[in-house]
């Protein structure tokens, strides 16, 4: 029996067409795995099921009900609810304040908050994601990335939930955090909860899913079952060609020069932090959720405050006291939480390419704009970003469009040291190799890069060294001809 029918659903914004009289049906109980590129218009499909944007036309059906002209508080009333793939939170309110916001449970006649209530109410949610060691009543805004992606998906789970949709929920998470979301969503899949799972990472879905939708430029080009089709496949449904080299291989470059070192780097968590990142080189960070690893990258980026850290850029001392002096020292960062550290989202593609590096278009104080239009478009155009125009608001892209736009930002401000922390993060499969060449291109053009990634097949294979964190503390230096996933994670809980 079907708990959701979308039929004919159409939806477009000026200059492109998002839902292209889209057809989709779940079952009581299925997860269905919904697959694209960036911009085939995944997200856009969910948005309309959750109220968030209406169709120009087509029906929806939920539950043998046919529905028009809802909106998100209603959908959530017919047991909708969705785990976006841009977090949505507030930063100062605690972790049980943001499972609660909007039902918050209240005592006494002058129906007061009943913290001590709503803290307890917490606990349980928590535990089931994997946060039971944290205090319900901490501010969001002091968790780390992964952290914050676990309190989403526990928003979720405090409701009464006919229809769950699962955006991308494992971008920040590690493995083991991974398997314990698996197993909440198999339990809801128990309890008759039908589940709609996006996501790039092709071999989750094998994992969970029971059914997959592909979408391609807006459309659903195909529909299958999971125990029928296969990874190859999957990808040429997405991209309309095959794609041979997951890991496109590096020329033969020649390791050169330090280009960047840190010593002695300690904050209240960090103990004794040291390793150097050379010239054509990618070194890898890895490490379990909390491990320290994008601690560290804020500290070399001045967004965090340390206590003592040497630490030298192509041979000169290095100590920036805030992010715009370590870009004029050559030092660029594609943060790992894009939506708050890496753009503006009501400004335009071509702001928030340039803005980190103005003084590249304005050599005598005037701004050339000429100039910055034709660089700002070089960038959409050598990462294949897809944009109605280049003075659209980034916020009217896909999220792996935007995660491109962030890249591009950083790349034009012509680095020496390049920090990448998660940076394929919530991007497609076709995606994912343009940001691999791009790394090998900036290895090529004798720049450092320093990567931090969950995923192990990503950085095994496109690291040359990797140092493993363990609660603040690295734990081993591993060299390519030693990688494997065994060591990694030995050293990661603290081997």
């Known amino acids: 029996m079907n708990i959701l029918e979308m039929k004919d659903i159409y939806k477009a914004f000026p200059g492109i067409v998002a839902n292209d009289h889209v057809n989709l049906t779940l079952e009581k109980g299925e997860v269905l795995a919904l ?41 959530i009333a017919l047991g909708i609810g969705i785990v976006y793939q841009e977090l949505n939170y507030l930063g100062a309110l605690s972790i049980a304040e943001n499972l609660y916001i909007g039902r918050v449970p209240t005592k006494g006649r002058a ?101 997959v939708m592909i979408m391609r430029d807006g459309k659903n080009v195909a529909r299958r079952k999971i125990s029928e089709t296969c990874t190859e496949e999957l990808v040429r449904d997405m991209v309309g060609r095959e794609i041979k080299d997951m890991y496109p291989k590096r020329g033969n470059i020649s390791i050169g020069k330090e280009i960047f070192r840190v010593e002695n780097l300690r904050t209240d968590f960090l103990k004794d932090v040291a390793f150097d990142v050379r010239e054509g080189e990618v070194v890898g960070l890895f490490g379990l959720m909390g491990a320290g690893r994008t601690e560290i990258c804020d500290c070399i980026m001045a967004m965090k405050k340390y206590e003592r850290a040497d630490m030298v850029v192509d041979g000169k001392k290095y100590a920036p006291r805030k992010p715009s002096e370590a870009l004029a020292s050559g030092v660029a960062y594609v943060p790992a939480e894009r939506k708050s550290d890496g753009i503006c989202a009501v400004s335009s593609v071509k702001d928030n390419i340039t803005i980190a590096n103005l003084r590249k278009f304005a050599p005598k104080g005037i701004m050339n704009l000429k100039h910055e239009m034709e660089i700002a478009k070089g960038w959409v155009s050598k990462l294949n970003i897809k944009v109605p125009q280049i003075l659209a608001p980034v916020d009217t892209l896909s999220g792996g469009n935007q995660q491109k736009v962030v890249v591009a930002k950083g790349l034009n401000t012509e680095p020496k040291l390049m920090i990448l922390n998660e940076p394929t993060r919530g991007v497609d499969v076709g995606a994912k190799v343009e940001i691999y060449n791009l790394i090998n291109d900036l290895c090529e053009s004798r720049k450092a890069v320093l990567m931090i990634s969950s995923e192990l097949p990503e950085i095994m294979s496109m690291a040359d060294r990797i140092f493993v964190i363990h609660e603040g503390r690295i734990t081993g230096e591993i060299l390519k001809n030693d990688f494997s996933q065994e060591t990694l994670l030995k050293y990661a809980i603290g081997g």
């Open 35 to 75: 697959i694209g590129e960036n911009g085939a218009g995944k997200s856009t499909l969910m948005k309309i099921l959750s109220g968030a944007q209406k169709p120009d036309s087509g029906a929806i059906i939920v539950d043998g009900k046919s529905l028009s002209g809802y909106n998100t508080k209603e959908a």
């Open 111 to 211: 129906r007061k908050i009943d913290y001590a209530r709503m803290a307890e109410d917490a606990k349980a949610i928590m535990k089931e994601v994997g946060l039971e060691h944290l205090n319900p009543m901490t501010p969001v805004e002091q968790l780390s990335v992964a952290q914050k992606q676990l309190v989403e998906i526990a928003r979720a789970f405090t409701r009464d939930l006919k229809i769950l949709v699962l955006d991308e929920p494992t971008s920040a998470l590690s493995d083991t955090e991974t398997e314990d979301l698996f197993r909440l969503i198999r339990r809801f899949k128990a309890n008759g909860v039908s589940i709609i799972y996006i996501s790039h990472r092709l071999n989750e879905i094998f994992e969970v899913a029971d059914s």
